[in-house]
């Protein structure tokens, strides 16, 4: 059995939309294909360290949010991104464009806010999501090891296929070995839902 660490950065301040459940459909699919994992949540670089983290979660949060955050943690974009140089990482929305800014990279920009259910590709496969941004084209993509997703919410729930991407990434197993029947079960109820938020041409 595995035990694996979830860092999640300001967990309390960066959940606008419920991000952080994000971590509980990664810790429930890694039980169900029975390993442990524990959540520690990290304000500083220092706390991210010593947590000795295989994952890093950062959220999504309001501007007054982010502003006492960033307060605390300057580097915070930057750190996530060299934690993520060697390791697995996800961002959510705000946080997603703070670190996209940090790299430096130039992704396609909006014209105009975007406020629908999308469906995109994303690492040879689909995922779904609600987009709500005025800033970025796509709807998630990689930078170094780390997912950037302008998808609200707990993203992971809707795509467990992404879920599992990830999770045999940080067991080095293929997403075959976390199948199971509770695994079964719940991608039944996602596959419903798809047919509900599935964009309509």
């Not at 300001?10 to 442990?36: E, I, P, T, Y």
């Not at 991104?81 to 996800?90: G, I, K, Q, V, Y």
Request: charged content about 20%; proline content about 3%.
């Amino acid at each position: 059995m595995t035990a694996l660490v979830f860092a999640s950065i300001f967990a309390d301040s960066l959940n606008l939309n419920g991000d952080q459940a994000n971590l509980f459909v990664l810790q429930q699919r890694l039980k169900w294909a029975g390993h442990s994992s524990t959540i520690a949540p990290v304000s500083s670089l220092a706390e991210l360290e010593q947590s000795k983290a295989d994952f890093l979660f950062l959220g999504h949060g309001s501007i007054a949010a982010w502003k006492a955050c960033e307060a605390q943690w300057p580097s915070l974009a930057k750190d996530f991104l060299t934690f993520s140089n060697s390791r697995s990482a996800l961002a959510v929305s705000s946080g997603a464009d703070r670190v996209l800014a940090a790299s430096g990279a130039q992704p396609a920009v909006l014209d105009a806010s975007v406020s629908e259910f999308c469906l995109d590709d994303f690492d040879s496969q689909k995922i779904l999501g609600y987009k709500n941004t005025s800033s970025i084209a796509n709807s998630t993509l990689r930078v170094e090891r780390a997912i950037l997703t302008w998808l609200h919410g707990p993203v992971l729930a809707k795509n467990p296929a992404v879920a599992d991407a990830i999770l045999s990434d940080l067991l080095s197993i293929s997403p075959k070995g976390l199948a199971n029947e509770n695994t079964r079960k719940i991608d039944e109820i996602v596959a419903g839902v798809w047919h509900l938020e599935m964009p309509k041409k």
